[in-house]
Every structure is written in C-alpha cells, then in structure tokens.
C-alpha cells in the first residue's frame, strides 16, 4: 500500500477578517475548513436563510421522535380554572374552620360551629365589593345560642372576616339566634396589608403538583429569531414567584436566524401557568409554548439524539452550466448519503467579530489574561466612522463601547454603551468599572484575570473548545487531502469497532464540561469508561491506532476513523498527522503534548470526534420547488396548527424562482452548513439583511 503523501512543510497563515468584509469562502479558509469528501462533484448556487421560516429546526428527543408544536395547552388551562375554584373554595373552608378554632377552641358546640362556617361562606361567597354598603346580605345561625357562646360566635366571625362581616343577637320571638351580615366599613390598613402578605407567601408555594410524584413540567418551545438563551433568561420573570432561582432547564440550544422547536423542562411549575402566556400574558415575544406533559425528572443540556433540519435554499442555479439543477441537486445528495461530509466545526463556533474566538482561546492557554480581554474587546474601527446602515446599530454601539474603554479606560461611559446581548464584553467592563485600577508600586493596574472571571464559565469554555475545533479543522483537511481510504496509524474508537453499529456517529471525549455553540448546537460529551450523559447510553472507550493489517483488513472505513482535538488526555494519530498538529499549534506557541495547565479551566483534556458526518440512518430527501417574490414555500409548525397556508408577499405574477427545499436528520455534534458545504460546494449565499450590505 503506497503511503500517504509528507505534510506540507508551510501552511499559509490566514488572518481572520472582518465577517462584513470578507466572502463565505474566505470566513471558512481562515479557521481550516478547506476540503470536500467529493471536490469534482459539482454543487448549485442558493441564498440561504433569507427567510426565518427558510430555517427550520425541530429536536430530536431521546425517544428518537421529532418534535412538533401540536397544540397550546388549552385542556391545561380549562383544568387548570377548575382546579382553582376548588382550590380556592377548599382553602377558603380551611382557613374559616382553623380561624374559629383558634379563637373559640373546645369551647363551643359542633353544631354551632358548623352553622356559623356555613353562614359565614355563604355570604363570602355572594359578596360582590362594588355592592357592599348598598345590598346588605344576610344569614341566621336558627339554633339558640347561650351567652357565652354568643360571645366567642361574634369575635370568631371578626377574626376570620377581618371585619367585612358583621354579626348581631337578635331578640323577640328570634331571641338567642345570631343574624350574620355584611359589614359597610371597611378592613383596617394593617390587617389588609398582613393579609395580602401572607397571600403571596401561599401563592410562592403554590405550584407544581400536576400529576401525583411529577414535578417536572416538559413543553415545547416554539421561537422565531430568538435566542435559545434569551428565552431561557426570560421565562421565570414572565411567569413570577420563582423565588429567584430558575427552574427551567432545556436540552439543546438552536439558531437564533430560523424557526425552532425544542423540549424544555420547568420544576414545579403548572403546565397552565406556562399555557397562559401563549394569550398573550407576560409578553413571550416571538416564542409559543404547548404540548405539555409531566414527568419525574427534568431535562439537562444533551437530553437530545439530534435534530431535524428542513432547509429552504432561494434563487437556486446550477453551478454547471451542462447539467440541470434537477440532475446537480440529484446527484450531489445521493452521493453524500452514501459517503457523507467532512465533519468540521462549522464557522458559528469562531465567533461573528472581526477576531475570532479561537483566538481569544490561544491567550487563555498562554495565561495572557490581557490579551484575551483584548481580543474580546477587539472592534473594527471602520464602524466609528459609519453613518449609515450599512451595520446594525446594536453593533456600533458594540464598537463605541469598546473603543472607550481601549483608548481612555472611561469604564462608566463604556458599560453605558455596551449593548445587552454582548454578554462577555459587559461582564468584562462591568468587573473594570466595579473593581477599578489598582494601586501598585507602578501606579496601578487592572485585574485582567477577574474580569475574565466575570463572564459565565460555560461561555468562557467556548473560547478554549473554538481553538481546539480550530486545529482539529486543519487537521482533518490534511487527512481527507490524502483520500478516504483507511491509513495505518488512523485512530478508531475501541467500542464500537464499527459505524454500523450505530445509527450516527456519537462524539466521544474526556471533557465533562458541556459545550456550547455560538448560535448552534450542544455538543455533548461523554467521559471514557463513564455511563453518557443520556439515559441508556453505551459507556465510552479510549481511541486507538490501526495496525497495517488492520487498515487493510476492510473492517473499518473512513466513517469509523476518529481525529482528537488537543489535550492531555487523547491519543494522537500514529502517522503523519501528528506533524500537522504540532505545525498548527507551534505557529501559536502552544505544544499538543503539553497541554496540562495548573490553573484548572484551561487544562484541557481533550476529545474525539468522527471525520466524517452522516444522515441519521442515512435518509436524506429533496425537493425543487417554483416561487414567487418572497412567498414562504413550507408552512411552520404553528401555521400546522392555525391550520392557514404561507401568503406570497408582494409576488410579482411573472417572477418565477426556483427553490431547493431539503431534509434530512443530524446528530448533536454535526453542523448542518457543513452538510450544506458538501452539497452545494461554494455555492450557498449566506442573506445579508440591509443593514449589513455595502
């Protein structure tokens, strides 16, 4: 078997530019995405995500069941006012039967008591407050009561009224009966203000129970143009009395530019508490809640097989001018159902500023806690001098913000600029601003290192996982450049010894800190020799490199060869691209065999994943589609339910386009514009909006 070729001894070095000033080809060059499973099979040119509705994202839950809004959780909510009536009148009984009681204890007859309750929640119940004063309502306690108990019958009717109803002692032929009634004055101040405090205190208390021993409510999260954690943020604030800890949970993040859907899971909170903002309660912008249904346990990051992706693609030409689209489209997907794509990190995990976040994830491995502050807060500085539209406004004030802070070190002016959704870069000034300089022999200093601190760990993770994704990337072009024909040295998973014995490649790692995309997916990860994270989950093993024999055995194929990213805990290619990863990493000043840190978080120890990525199950479909103007070509989940058709928007009658409308299933780590890559070559046109054109 000829070996494969030497590694080049130079790799051109790619500056990351600015994504408004650079095309899609250049962005994925820069972070190591250069090759194809297939190079001369030819794509077809398409506008991709011109639409939300272009985009659409459904979950795929353990059950292996894709998921879809099919309803709003309207039985929730007549079951629901039921069972607060009920509620409502039991507690009512309760609270008058333990009131009387405490005030009258053993003292007074069973037969009085019971009387007096039955008056006293009638009138309750009939009261209306606009007509207190005006109708006065009455009851007779008809059984003759003595003195003494007369007594304890008029202050056990105070007490538990609060003073809206009064009683009196009749006389004549009634004498000894008590006549019940409603009060004209009105409660005291302080007993009102005591009594509506204790009401919130119940009402705090007062949920979960749907189901006897379920206390996780799971529902689905329908969203347009929002962000999976902005959701997440938002929800115990919509539905109140949290009690400042949030009790919602969910399984995987989605794209914030499509139409999503995805389980997410709340602690003891009731399905109709979450059916009402649907109606418009509490403001759920963009998003709707359903399908609920209670469960014993909740749902954590990775609780998912995958997800299923319908993907409309505008404007589509073929990229050869001698074969029909039909024929390109054709062809292009039979051809990566049978063989796959290269697997890369796709560019959403690099970042969407001019320096990517790779590069922030190299100063943090270097202990440079100034240059990675830097490289967060790095701006194009091009954007101070926009008056126009060419950029969204939220992203020059991004610019302004760090721009004062870089050049004058104002922390208040900068922290007053910086726009909400910039999480990292308002952690970091918000910690400058409260810390301050501080005084030291050379005049002072700032505590870099803290204010890294300050942003979320799992946000600050997603800078070391973007370098490793980085050189995993080239790394896994060398290899593919050298063919798909199985290499001594290669590395395979221990179990399963094949692809084929499961339905899509599952990402092995030591790592067991999850990982989360900018703007994708979770990638979930498994510790070696550990039970996985989801339920049922095979256990793990450590890679291993093919003998010769094995290589050519034809047990394995290019779908079972495995690439690790960089850690102190992986085993490395035993052959010539061992020398990428050292080439990769020495431009950097990092070694891939020295990858121990003693500060903890930035001690990685690496993972595995699979260089190529499959279908689930292989299935992949397609369809080419005639459109008008902007018409929305495949109706929604939620249009399902309102049962109504997409309506073209300003369709010109002679504009014809053509669309390629495609589905297919992915596993939690694969990237769907990776797929899209292999098929379409360098023919996807990521939507500009206005904003971001010129």
């Keep these: 078997m000829a070996s494969p070729p030497p590694p080049p001894t130079k790799r051109a070095k790619l500056d990351v530019p600015s994504h408004k000033a650079s095309t899609q080809k250049e962005l994925e060059l820069a972070v190591g995405i250069a090759g194809y499973v297939h190079p001369d099979l030819p794509g077809w040119q398409g506008v991709f995500k011109k639409r939300y509705a272009d985009f659409l994202v459904n979950e795929i839950g353990l059950d292996e069941k894709v998921a879809h809004l099919t309803d709003f959780g309207s039985e929730f909510l007549r079951k629901g006012g039921k069972k607060r009536e009920e509620k409502k009148e039991q507690k009512e009984g309760a609270e008058a039967e333990a009131s009387v009681s405490s005030v009258v ?52 009717i105070r007490e538990f009224s609060s003073g809206k109803i009064d009683s009196v002692t009749l006389s004549g032929d009634q004498d000894g009966c008590i006549r019940i009634y409603a009060s004209t004055g009105q409660p005291g101040m302080r007993q009102r203000k005591r009594g509506n405090r204790a009401g919130r205190r119940r009402n705090k208390s007062d949920k979960g129970d749907g189901e006897v021993g379920l206390d996780y409510c799971h529902f689905l999260v329908y969203k347009v143009n929002r962000d999976t954690m902005d959701v997440m943020g938002i929800l115990p604030h919509l539905i109140g009395g949290t009690g400042g800890k949030n009790p919602f ?27 009402r903002l649907n109606q418009g309660e509490g403001g759920l912008r963009g998003c709707h809640v359903g399908n609920f249904c209670y469960k014993d346990t909740g749902l954590g990051l990775g609780d998912l097989c995958g997800n299923e992706f319908v993907i409309t693609l505008r404007e589509c030409v073929s990229s050869d001018a001698s074969k029909s689209l039909e024929e390109v489209v054709g062809a292009a997907m039979q051809r990566v159902r049978e063989t796959g794509f290269i697997n890369y990190f796709g560019l959403q995990r690099f970042g969407s500023h001019g320096v990517g976040t790779w590069e922030v994830g190299v100063e943090m491995l270097k202990s440079n806690w100034r240059g990675a502050v830097e490289k967060i807060l790095s701006y194009d ?22 721009h004062a802070f870089l050049t ?11 726009p909400r959704r910039s999480n990292a870069e308002r952690a970091i000034l918000t910690s400058f601003r409260d810390r301050g300089i501080e005084a030291n022999e050379h005049g002072g200093r700032l505590d870099y290192m803290a204010a890294l601190q300050a942003i979320p760990r799992k946000m600050r993770t997603i800078y070391l996982h973007a370098f ?6 080239y790394v896994v072009t060398e290899r593919i450049a050298w063919g798909i024909k199985v290499l001594p040295g290669d590395l395979v998973m221990a179990e399963p010894t094949t692809a084929a014995e499961s339905k899509a490649p599952k990402p092995i790692t030591t790592d067991d800190t999850p990982e989360i995309d900018q703007d994708g997916e979770v990638i979930v990860r498994a510790p070696p020799g ?43 290619p035993q052959n010539a691209l061992m020398e ?12 891939p065999l020295n990858m121990k840190r003693t500060h903890r978080e930035t001690s990685l120890p690496g993972s595995y994943r699979h260089v190529i990525g499959t279908f689930i199950n292989g299935e992949a479909s397609y369809e080419i589609r005639k459109y008008r103007g902007d018409e929305q070509i495949v109706k929604t989940d939620l249009e399902a339910i309102k049962q109504r058709e ?48 010129g």
């Design 105 to 156: 204890g053993e003292d007074i007859g069973p037969e009085v008591l019971a009387a007096t309750l039955r008056a006293q929640l009638r009138l309750t119940s009939q009261q209306n407050p606009k007509l207190q004063g005006i109708i006065r309502l009455t009851e007779h306690i008809t059984q003759s009561v003595d003195r003494e108990e007369r007594g304890l019958v008029h202050t056990a």
């Design 249 to 275: 949970s969910f399984a995987g993040n989605k794209d914030k530019r499509a139409v999503t859907v995805s389980w997410f899971s709340a602690y003891k909170v009731r399905a109709e508490r979450l059916a």
């Design 381 to 402: 500085a091009a954007i101070l001098e926009k008056d126009d539209d060419s950029v969204s406004a939220e992203e020059k004030s991004r610019a302004r913000a760090c």
């Design 408 to 418: 004058t070190y104002d922390f208040q002016k900068a922290v007053e600029l910086i």
């Design 468 to 473: 490793q994704s980085f050189v995993w990337n």
């Design 530 to 572: 550990v039970a996985g994270t989801n339920p049922g989950e095979e256990k793990f093993k450590r890679a291993r490199a093919l003998s010769k024999e094995e290589a050519e055995s034809g047990k394995f194929t290019i779908k079972d060869i495995v690439l690790p990213t960089p850690g102190w805990d992986v085993v490395y």
């Design 580 to 591: 990428v990863y050292n080439r990769v990493m020495k431009e950097h000043g990092l070694d």
């Design 646 to 693: 997409a309506v073209a928007e300003g369709a010109a009658k002679d504009d014809r386009k053509t669309a390629v409308v495609l589905r297919f299933q992915l596993g939690t780590s694969t990237y769907a514009t990776m797929a899209l890559r292999e098929l379409m070559k360098d023919g996807v046109k990521a939507f500009v909006p206005e904003f971001g054109r």
